[in-house]
């Protein structure tokens, strides 16, 4: 979200200014700028990321799209919107140079305080034009703002940016969800006019909604692993990797785990996996050779 945001940015400040590309354009701390004599640039740090008052998200919307051929596919939630505040200053081998160059950006920005989905970078666009704030008063005090980066005060432009971020935006395992049939064979048995016997059995199904899915990869190849146990460390639940690398575990409260990942003549890993009861949390994992 943020490296999105920065990058519109940066392409309208290098385009509509006199810099002549976004390579004079830095986003690490002011303090930590190039070396004199290197010409203009422009600085662009971020320094504050909340949630915006302004922007309220419309609660959980959960759309599921399962193709068929059964690729991975995504759930889309609906974005809570956030406030990305960021400081630019301009740095060049004179105090006019610099002058002249923040008020070709003041310019510039002022023209854009609607960023429209044709300037912003592919992954924000999908949510209309994004409200900026050019040269208002900063989220943190000015003053703390200045003494927090330990560098002299300087002519700045205070900008915030408006933009939306989705919390669970995942792809969903092949084994999302599973369907059982269970047969029935305990019925009486009918016996048919040709002297066979038909078993009036009866077929139930249900679904089991997987948690937590993976697939195993050799860190080598890149290809996947089969047989490859994976356990829930602390509980008496293991899982082993199928042809095609994949292993999924049913039935886990809501909770933080940690799994467990052998095979013989690999390391052996330890893996982080969320449960939430909102989505099926997938990891891809890499084993190494021994």
């Given at each position: 979200?943020?490296?999105?945001?920065?990058?519109?940015?940066?392409?309208?400040?290098?385009?509509?200014?006199?810099?002549?590309?976004?390579?004079?354009?830095?986003?690490?701390?002011?303090?930590?700028?190039?070396?004199?004599?290197g010409g203009p640039i422009l600085n662009l740090y971020v320094y504050d990321i909340r949630e915006s008052k302004q922007i309220q998200h419309s609660g959980r919307q959960v759309e599921r799209k399962l193709t068929q051929a059964l690729q991975p596919?995504?759930?889309?939630?609906?974005?809570?919107?956030?406030?990305?505040?960021?400081?630019?200053?301009?740095?060049?081998?004179?105090?006019?140079?610099?002058?002249?160059?923040l008020s070709q950006a003041l310019g510039l920005l002022l023209r854009h305080r609607a960023l429209?989905?044709?300037?912003?970078?592919?992954?924000?666009?999908?949510?209309?034009?994004?409200?900026?704030?050019?040269?208002?008063?900063p989220q943190i005090e000015a003053g703390s703002l200045w003494s927090a980066l330990t560098i002299a005060l300087r002519p700045a432009l205070y900008l915030m940016v408006t933009v939306p971020v989705e919390p669970q935006v995942s792809l969903v395992s092949l084994v999302w969800q599973r369907t059982i049939a269970l047969q029935n064979n305990f019925q009486p048995e009918l016996e048919l006019e040709n002297g066979s016997v038909h078993r009036n059995g009866s077929i139930e199904s249900f679904t089991k909604r997987v948690v937590v899915a993976g697939i195993v990869k050799n860190a080598v190849t890149?290809?996947?692993?089969?047989?490859?146990?994976?356990?829930?460390?602390?509980?008496?639940?293991?899982?082993?990797?199928?042809?095609?690398?994949?292993?999924?575990?049913?039935?886990?409260?809501?909770?933080?785990?940690?799994?467990?990942?052998?095979?013989?003549?690999?390391?052996?890993?330890?893996?982080?996996?969320?449960?939430?009861?909102?989505?099926?949390?997938?990891?891809?994992?890499?084993?190494?050779?021994?």
């Open positions: 979200m943020i490296i999105f945001i920065i990058q519109t940015l940066a392409g309208i400040l290098a385009g509509g200014t006199s810099l002549s590309s976004t390579e004079q354009i830095e986003f690490s701390h002011p303090s930590n700028r190039k070396e004199e004599g596919a995504s759930v889309n939630w609906s974005p809570t919107w956030f406030d990305v505040s960021m400081l630019l200053t301009a740095w060049d081998r004179t105090a006019l140079g610099e002058h002249y160059l429209k989905e044709e300037f912003l970078v592919p992954e924000l666009r999908g949510y209309g034009n994004l409200n900026m704030t050019v040269a208002v008063e890149n290809l996947p692993m089969k047989e490859v146990k994976v356990k829930v460390i602390g509980m008496e639940k293991s899982a082993t990797t199928n042809k095609e690398g994949l292993f999924y575990f049913e039935d886990l409260r809501n909770g933080n785990y940690l799994l467990q990942i052998n095979s013989p003549g690999y390391l052996p890993r330890e893996v982080n996996a969320l449960v939430d009861g909102l989505s099926c949390t997938f990891k891809e994992i890499s084993l190494n050779p021994a």
